[in-house]
């Protein structure tokens, strides 16, 4: 993990050894920490998925070629406070999470104006069928009575 110019440990907080871009004036972001652009440290390719606030990308670690998930959530869709304050929650919760083995690993977390970004581990294998799971197979559920 944080094989591309990590920014964030397990806490949450910065811990690169290059700063973001302390010239940009104005708030520092849902984060706390700043903005940066993404762009640097990771070439962003094909779409994998969307969601509500944003889309899931593979990214691609420019320095070592390593593959990613960039998960970027647009700030123009969160227009309250608690929307933006899940985010960052999200982002702590995912940290305190780390190395569990059902869970896909948080690597950083990036701001920039437009986004935040979320950089995880690359999910490579499919997930099992749920028929492989005795208990989520339907015809061992009951109908509610």
Same mark, same amino acid.
């Given at each position: 993990?944080?094989?591309?110019?990590?920014?964030?440990?397990g806490? %949450?907080?910065?811990?690169?050894?290059?700063? *973001?871009?302390?010239?940009? &004036?104005?708030?520092? %972001?849902?984060?706390? &920490?700043? $903005?940066?652009?993404?762009?640097?440290? *990771?070439?962003?390719?094909?779409?994998?998925? /969307?969601?509500?606030?944003?889309?899931?990308? /593979?990214?691609?670690?420019?320095?070592?070629?390593?593959? $990613?998930?960039?998960?970027?959530?647009? /700030?123009?869709?969160?227009?309250?406070?608690?929307?933006? =304050?899940?985010?960052?929650? =999200?982002?702590?919760?995912?940290?305190?999470?780390?190395?569990?083995?059902?869970?896909?690993?948080i690597?950083?977390?990036?701001?920039?104006? /437009?986004?935040?970004?979320?950089?995880?581990e690359?999910? =490579?294998?499919?997930?099992?069928?749920?028929?492989?799971?005795?208990?989520?197979?339907?015809?061992?559920?009951?109908?509610?009575?």
């Amino acid at each position: 993990m944080g094989a591309c110019g990590s920014r964030t440990g397990g806490d %949450g907080g910065a811990t690169s050894d290059r700063p *973001y871009n302390s010239t940009e &004036k104005g708030p520092r %972001g849902i984060l706390g &920490k700043g $903005f940066h652009d993404v762009t640097i440290d *990771y070439n962003l390719g094909v779409e994998l998925g /969307k969601g509500t606030f944003g889309v899931v990308r /593979k990214a691609t670690c420019t320095k070592t070629d390593e593959s $990613f998930a960039c998960k970027s959530i647009a /700030k123009r869709r969160l227009r309250t406070k608690a929307e933006r =304050e899940m985010i960052k929650r =999200e982002v702590e919760i995912q940290h305190h999470l780390g190395g569990h083995s059902g869970i896909v690993n948080i690597v950083e977390a990036v701001e920039d104006r /437009k986004h935040v970004h979320l950089i995880l581990e690359a999910n =490579e294998k499919s997930p099992p069928p749920l028929s492989d799971f005795p208990h989520t197979r339907t015809a061992n559920l009951r109908a509610p009575r």
